[in-house]
T-cell receptor, first 114, second 111 residues
Framework: DAGVIQSPRHEVTEMGQEVTLRCKPI?????LFWYRQTMMRGLELLIY????????DSGMPEDRFSAKMPNASFSTLKIQPSEPRDSAVYFC????????????FGPGTRLTVL | DQQVKQNSPSLSVQEGRISILNCDYT??????FLWYKKYPAEGPTFLIS?????DKNEDGRFTVFLNKSAKHLSLHIVPSQPGDSAVYFC??????????FGQGTELSVKP
């Protein structure tokens, strides 16, 4: 298995632009997670899905952030409009189940908003 | 509110010696803990886990110890190797099924 795939690996954009991050989870995994890593806040959960349905989006910082999972093999995290403080590494992870199960992480997308 | 804390941002150890990484948590309801290892420009990878019904779990050179009364866990790596140099994250599942991460400890193993 190729593992969790994320694209792009790096994204540089200007403030106000829309940014879309993409994730393909491991086949057969029912749970998909989006995390953000920053120096100040560390690794924090933004949102997670179970069987393509958003379960908990309490970590999404603002309405500028949205996430979708149209099918079991694809998810997007969108920021519109982007701001410099959104600059971070965004990770996608997937797992067979929640609570007590290993999560498999993708390589991350490094986002820089100028 | 930092529910999972790794108070040492960095640790330097000589090759062949033991590395001990520490982690404290505040919520006594946490019942499953994991350690992840992260290399630069890569995502975290799972290393070892422990359930609250155990106080020790071992996998090769890696051993995790859990002290529930102290709300403390530690990861022991012995013997340490240069390839172990990475950032290590402690994490705990909360009651809602979310994984809460510590801030990480950067381990440097010197030849």
């Amino acid at each position: 298995d190729a593992g969790v795939i994320q694209s792009p690996r790096h994204e540089v954009t200007e403030m106000g632009q829309e940014v879309t991050l993409r994730c393909k989870p491991i086949s057969g995994h029912d749970y998909l997670f989006w995390y953000r890593q920053t120096m100040m806040r560390g690794l924090e959960l933004l949102i997670y899905f179970n069987n393509n349905v958003p379960i908990d989006d309490s970590g999404m910082p603002e309405d500028r952030f949205s996430a979708k999972m149209p099918n079991a093999s694809f998810s997007t995290l969108k920021i519109q409009p982007s701001e410099p403080r959104d600059s971070a590494v965004y990770f996608c992870a997937s797992s067979l189940a929640s609570g007590g199960n290993e999560q498999f992480f993708g390589p991350g997308t490094r986002l820089t908003v100028l | 509110d930092q529910q999972v804390k790794q108070n040492s941002p960095s640790l330097s150890v000589q090759e062949g010696r033991i590395s001990i990484l520490n982690c404290d948590y505040t919520n006594s309801m946490f019942d499953y803990f994991l350690w992840y290892k992260k290399y630069p420009a890569e995502g975290p990878t799972f290393l070892i886990s422990i359930s609250s019904i155990k106080d020790k779990n071992e996998d090769g050179r890696f051993t995790v110890f859990l002290n529930k009364s102290a709300k403390h866990l530690s990861l022991h790596i012995v013997p340490s190797q240069p390839g172990d140099s990475a950032v290590y994250f402690c994490a705990a599942y909360n009651q809602g099924g979310k994984l809460i991460f510590g801030q990480g400890t950067e381990l440097s193993v010197k030849p």
